[in-house]
């Protein structure tokens, strides 16, 4: 019987380096044209784009939209990314920016709900029985006790695996303030969790 031990965190950030550098590579080279490149660029960073819009946006509607302007924003200023910084830190920046528009443009344009039950209609569109769906629940709720900057610093470096230089340049803040950001974010969580 053969076993496999668990990957350890220099295995982890090994290949997390491993990844960076292939998707700035296909951007570098969907920069210069070539159209498979655009494909893998788009495929190895859609997922780690949704993820932390879907921690930056108010509205879950929204997260979809929100990643596609992302991506619509990146391929359109492709040809001014040089490759000083890992592509996945270049595009959760443009991401940032994309949910900021999005909360700006809310602000200007509010909706309104016409139905004649908004709260039942909300419940009935939450997954039920989806496995890990009340972690993640508990998650979110965790999450949402921490102010905007602590929220965001801890998702980059800990959810999405960013380095605090990495997550520094997405937030547009210094090193230090990330560090900062992200072991105060631990102290509110485990106090919350124990």
Known sequence: MITSAAPTPTDLRSQRESADASATAWALAARAGDADAVDHFVR???HDVLRYVSYLCADPQAV???????????????????GRSSARAW???????????GFRHA???????DGPD??????RAQPRGVPGFEDGIVLLDLLAT???????????TQMLGLSYEEAALVSGCPVGTVRSRVARARAVLMELVV
Not at 64 to 82: C, K, N, P
């Open 44 to 46: 190895a960073l859609h």
């Open 64 to 82: 979809d939209d929100l990643a596609q302007d992302t991506f619509l924003r990146a391929l359109g200023s492709l040809h001014r990314f040089e």
């Open 91 to 101: 595009l959760l920046s443009i991401a940032r920016r994309a949910v900021i528009d």
């Open 107 to 113: 602000a200007a344009r509010p909706r309104r709900y």
């Open 118 to 123: 908004w709260q039942a209609a909300a419940e």
């Open 146 to 156: 921490l102010s905007g900057e602590r929220r965001e610093a801890f998702v980059l």
